[in-house]
Every structure is written in structure tokens, then in C-alpha cells.
T-cell receptor, first 116, second 112 residues
Framework: AQKITQTQPGMFVQEKEAVTLDCTYD???????LFWYKQPSSGEMIFLIY??????QNATEGRYSLNFQKARKSANLVISASQLGDSAMYFC?????????????FGSGTRLQVQP | DAGVIQSPRHEVTEMGQEVTLRCKPI?????LFWYRQTMMRGLELLIY????????DSGMPEDRFSAKMPNASFSTLKIQPSEPRDSAVYFC??????????FGDGTRLSIL
């Protein structure tokens, strides 16, 4: 079974509008971390935001926020006031706390295109 | 501060040749990860090290792949002999305990 599911292969958004990228996850661990990374067309992986499973507040980093709904096992990324430079692939990832499983498991990604 | 440094950025070689990818993690990070990205399989872990010791190599495809971390500031991923299906982007990432992973720019490998 997939541990990270991103159901939106592609999304369009108008410049200056907000957009939500969906991510659901599956784990039996009580302690885990959820991450979002951005991959522009140039190929590098850029860390955006992190949410710990025990964090009571939703994480925010500038225009990025993470809508964490633990009971639903979802960790959606919200980008406010989209900019043309936000056009990229976005990956949701999870790190479990089990010893020996410190690596990230990635979803299949969502390609976001911001239109002027 | 310097990020994760990978070399080469691009590598094109013929099937059967040995390929060595290199990575310098961020200073002070005690975890180092090697990932591979392909269209078919997405991003997947190959191996990771903690304090230079390999912890999980379950993602290494087969014996043709090997990885070493001789010290805290250097790691290599070697493919010998290389095959066309090894063509992919290979990422190295590093992190401190409990912190997000930071990725290098990747090595785009093409095996002809």
C-alpha cells in the first residue's frame, strides 16, 4: 500500500490566488514527520515546510502553510498569493520515527502551473 | 553556508562502464541519504548512513550498486557495471538528527 498519496497529477492556479495541494498518508507510527518539497524545472529539491505529528499548530512558512488533519491522515499544502515562480512539481513526504526508517517516503508529486 | 554538493552534475557513459557519483554533505549533519528519481518509480531511497554507518540499504537495486561513506564529509555511490536502466537523477541529501533533509542538485545519469 502506498504510504503517501498525492491524487492531483496537475493543478492550475491564477497568479495571486491561493491553491491547495492534497496529500494523504498512511502509517501505524504515533510519531512521524510530514514534509513538502518543491522541484522546479531546473531539477533541485527545495525544502518548504515541516509538520510533526505531535505539533498542535499547523505549520506556516511565509506563503506556505500546512493544513494538518491528523484524524484524516492528511497534510495538504496551501500556497497563498501564487506567483509565477511557484510553477513546479511539489512532493509530499513522510519520515517515520521507527529506528532504521529515517529516510523519506515520497508521493508521486503534483505539477503546479501558475497562470498570469 | 554551503549546501549539499554533488558531482558530477551530468554523466553520460556507455553500458558496462563504472560510474561513481560523489556527495559532500552539509557540515555537522550526521545523516546522509542517496535517492534515485525516475519517471516510472518516482523518488525512492537507495541507502542511508548515520554517523558514516550504513543503516538501511534495502533500496539498493542489486549488487551492481555500492555506497560508501569513509568519513563525515564524503560519500560515493558506485555502479559497476552500469546498464541503461540505471539512467536516472541521483540525489544526495543530508540532515541533522530530527531536522529536514537538504538535497544536493542531483546527478543526471545517462547510460547509453
Amino acid at each position: 500500500a502506498q504510504k503517501i498519496t498525492q491524487t492531483q497529477p496537475g493543478m492550475f492556479v491564477q497568479e495571486k490566488e491561493a491553491v491547495t495541494l492534497d496529500c494523504t498518508y498512511d502509517t501505524s507510527d504515533q510519531s512521524y514527520g510530514l514534509f513538502w518539497y518543491k522541484q522546479p524545472s531546473s531539477g533541485e529539491m527545495i525544502f518548504l515546510i515541516y509538520q510533526g505529528s505531535y505539533d498542535e499548530q499547523n505549520a506556516t512558512e511565509g506563503r506556505y502553510s500546512l493544513n494538518f488533519q491528523k484524524a484524516r491522515k492528511s497534510a495538504n499544502l496551501v500556497i497563498s498569493a501564487s506567483q509565477l515562480g511557484d510553477s513546479a512539481m511539489y512532493f509530499c513526504a513522510m519520515r517515520e520515527a521507527t529506528p532504521g526508517r529515517r529516510a523519506l517516503t515520497f508521493g508521486s508529486g503534483t505539477r503546479l502551473q501558475v497562470q498570469p | 553556508d554551503a549546501g549539499v554538493i554533488q558531482s558530477p552534475r551530468h554523466e553520460v557513459t556507455e553500458m558496462g562502464q563504472e560510474v561513481t557519483l560523489r556527495c559532500k554533505p552539509i557540515s555537522g549533519h550526521d545523516y546522509l541519504f542517496w535517492y534515485r528519481q525516475t519517471m516510472m518509480r518516482g523518488l525512492e531511497l537507495l541507502i542511508y548512513f548515520n554517523n558514516n554507518v550504513p543503516i538501511d540499504d534495502s533500496g539498493m537495486p542489486e549488487d551492481r550498486f555500492s555506497a560508501k561513506m569513509p568519513n563525515a564529509s564524503f560519500s560515493t555511490l558506485k555502479i559497476q557495471p552500469s546498464e541503461p536502466r540505471d539512467s536516472a537523477v541521483y540525489f544526495c541529501a543530508s540532515s541533522a538528527q530530527g531536522q529536514p533533509q537538504h538535497f544536493g542538485d542531483g546527478t543526471r545519469l545517462s547510460i547509453l
